[in-house]
């Protein structure tokens, strides 16, 4: 029988989750050395010594199929790591497994079955070989209609990817939307996006920049209204410049190509993860005390 003092007692030998302990003891009827060694042979109590580490290098990907396309990160602790093959490997299996799926979470998709275990095996056992944390962070699968047409660009090897879904059925188009946004960051893609309360933040911002300044009060308003509309210039991709001819908007671009955006998804690695910051001698002391 396994009790739950021999799976408490075999996670704190080996740092390994409680269900997996479980497993590893059922595996090996109650020993506990061998299910030890289980763990160590699945990787698994190796990945779990590397669980608080920060993991915010990695790659994004892409993959269209027909109607259907997905974007995914996977995150890994160095950029080194990321242009390894084995690491560009287990994205490419990722995406090809998303793309006949029809997860909507990442707790979902990490249950999907590959060619070597569920998604979230694979990653347990490619963090054991690789050597470093790796962390399957997200995805989108999206489909679109016959009369629309995918988008996608990737830049920098990975490190930012771009998927636009437009109305109309032009490629060249679809591409240069993602490829805008890869370069100039929009946060949403028309004025009419931008939620409420950030307008109205902005708005306050503007006016006390503007009284500060000096501006006479009958100025204030105008002041107001030509910095706001700077600022969706900014964030806003149908306003922005059009990055291959800075004469006109991206707007303009799509008016005279008879295209609109109805989605644009970018995944820039790392985006939002507070990197953890050592100096060298702290790093190696911390390597000495974990050995």
């Not at 249950?111 to 963090?127: N, R």
């Not at 996006?193 to 708005?203: F, I, N, S, T």
């Amino acid at each position: 029988m396994i009790t739950a003092s021999l799976v408490k007692e075999l996670r704190e030998k080996t740092g390994a989750g409680m269900l997996d302990c479980k497993k590893a003891l059922e595996a090996t009827e109650g020993n506990l050395e061998a299910a030890i060694d289980w763990l160590r042979e699945k990787g698994i109590s190796k990945a779990a010594k590397k669980a608080d580490r920060i993991a915010a290098e990695g790659l994004a990907g892409i993959l269209v199929n027909g109607n259907d396309a997905v974007i995914v990160e996977i995150n890994s602790e160095t950029d080194f790591v990321a242009k390894n093959e084995e690491f560009k490997g287990l994205l490419s299996t990722v995406l090809e497994t998303l793309i006949k799926s029809d997860a909507k979470t990442v707790e979902e998709a990490g249950k999907l079955q590959t060619s070597e275990g569920t998604i979230d095996e694979l990653l347990i056992s490619k963090t054991a070989t690789i050597g470093e944390k790796l962390s399957f962070r997200r995805f989108t699968k999206v489909t679109k209609k016959d009369n629309q047409t995918f988008g996608s660009y990737i830049h920098m090897g990975g490190r930012i990817a771009v998927l636009s879904i437009i109305n109309g059925e032009n490629e060249e188009v679809a591409k240069d939307v993602s490829m805008q946004a890869a370069a100039m960051r929009p946060k949403y893609v028309k004025r009419s996006d931008v939620p409420a309360d950030v307008v109205e933040h902005e708005k306050s911002v503007i006016k006390e920049q503007a009284i500060n300044e000096g501006i006479a009060e009958n100025r204030i308003d105008g002041a107001v209204t030509g910095r706001l509309n700077k600022f969706f210039k900014e964030i806003c991709l149908e306003e922005q410049l059009f990055i291959k001819d800075d004469k006109k908007p991206v707007s303009k671009y799509l008016e005279e190509n008879n295209c609109s955006i109805e989605d644009v998804i970018r995944y820039e690695v790392g985006e939002g993860i507070e990197k953890k910051e050592e100096d060298f001698a702290t790093e190696v002391m911390n390597q000495i005390n974990n050995k």
